[in-house]
């Protein structure tokens, strides 16, 4: 059984900072890309960035600049340190995880439950 466990969601004004996290957690062989996505209400989800086991990153337009993803592979933990936010950053954050469990051949997407991040002007 493998479980995504976020934290660091929460309110901030406009222009501060936020820090997520997701550690995963089970009977894990291994752990390939792991990402975050939004979804703000009424509004499709979004991929927000995205990072490969070997560190390589890819941000969505509206976030480049201002969001940085980063993971930690000893701690099967992906990170999203969130600067400069807007209002419109408001939405639920979930972490991604693509994951092999052991025994097991086939890697699936894993989902977190999502947390809120809330940015008031």
């Known amino acids: 059984q493998v479980q995504l466990v976020e934290s660091g969601g929460g309110l901030v004004q406009a222009g501060g900072s936020l820090r997520l996290s997701c550690a995963a957690s089970?009977?894990?062989?291994?752990?390939?890309?792991m990402g975050w996505y939004r979804q703000a209400p009424g509004k499709q989800r979004e991929l927000v960035a995205t990072?490969?086991?070997?560190?390589?990153?890819n941000y969505a337009d509206s976030v480049k600049g201002r969001f940085t993803i980063s993971r930690d592979n000893a701690k099967n933990t992906v990170y999203l340190q969130m600067d400069s936010l807007k209002p419109e950053d408001t939405a639920v954050y979930y972490c991604?995880?693509?994951?092999?469990?052991?025994?097991?051949?086939?890697?699936?997407?894993?989902w977190g439950q999502g947390t809120q991040v809330t940015v008031s002007s």
């Open positions: 089970g009977s894990i062989f291994s752990i390939n890309a």
């Open positions: 990072i490969t086991s070997g560190g390589n990153t």
């Open positions: 991604n995880a693509d994951i092999k469990m052991r025994g097991r051949g086939l890697t699936y997407g894993y």
